[in-house]
């Protein structure tokens, strides 16, 4: 059964930092991009970044290019996402994801972590 | 510019069939898209990845009530047999060059 286990949600200040994190299991996680996507309250979902199988390739949304990084560790089986200079509109759910084999589009999803920006 | 346009909201009678619409923007008519539902206060579920032609592949678990069309630009998603665990956001969700990946605005659906 594949599991995804999202991590590191918090309250921080605008202008700090967070990392993210998510645990997966029953998949070979090696083998397979995964992804970060938001939800703000109320508002629908939202792209963030994006990384290929070995971690060769990554891709970001506009909004956070620049600020984010992606990455993982596939010995850990765990996906990674850094963020810093965070604002208030970054306030959200945090969904990770993991790619379908056949195009990349998300065919698992965790549950979530929230990530609160606020003085 | 690829954008995915879904209207707002949607709403059948409990038992009756629903058929919600996702928008390809201008010179991206032969894209895949998957189709998503988020219940109330829960993460998204994969319902189905559905290509220019029609066919689809459905997750893990999603029943047959559930099925995907296309038609030029358009791709649809179909549920028959309302039920009122049905009651959701769904979202249409596509991709670029590498993986820039894109969501409609979400269609919230209504069992009456």
């Known amino acids: 059964e594949v599991q995804l286990l999202e991590s590191g949600g918090v309250l921080v200040q605008p202008g700090g930092s967070l990392r993210l994190s998510c645990a997966a299991s029953g998949f070979t996680f090696s083998s397979y991009a995964m992804s970060w996507v938001r939800q703000a309250p109320g508002k629908g979902l939202e792209w963030v970044s994006g990384i290929t199988g070995s971690g060769g390739s990554t891709y970001y949304a506009d909004s956070v290019r620049g600020r984010s990084t992606i990455s993982r560790d596939n010995s850990k089986n765990t996906l990674y996402l850094q963020m810093h200079s965070l604002r208030a509109e970054d306030t959200a759910v945090y969904y990770c994801a993991k790619y379908g084999s056949g195009g990349y589009h998300p065919d698992y999803w965790g549950q979530g972590t929230l990530v609160t920006v606020s003085s | 510019q690829l954008v995915l346009t879904q209207s707002p909201s949607a709403s059948a009678s409990l038992g009756a069939s629903v058929k919600l619409t996702c928008t390809l923007s201008?010179?991206?008519?032969?894209?895949?898209i998957a189709w998503h539902q988020q219940q109330p206060e829960m993460g998204p579920r994969y319902l189905m990845k559905?290509?220019?032609?029609?066919?689809?592949t459905k997750g893990d678990g999603i029943p047959d009530r559930f099925s995907g069309s296309s038609s030029g630009p358009e791709r649809y998603l179909t549920i028959s047999s309302l039920q009122s665990e049905d009651e959701a956001d769904y979202y249409c969700?596509?991709?670029?060059?590498?993986?820039?990946?894109?969501f409609g605005a979400g269609t919230k659906v209504t069992v009456l």
């Open positions: 201008s010179g991206h008519s032969t894209y895949a």
């Open positions: 559905l290509n220019s032609d029609g066919s689809h």
């Open positions: 969700q596509t991709w670029d060059t590498g993986i820039n990946n894109v």
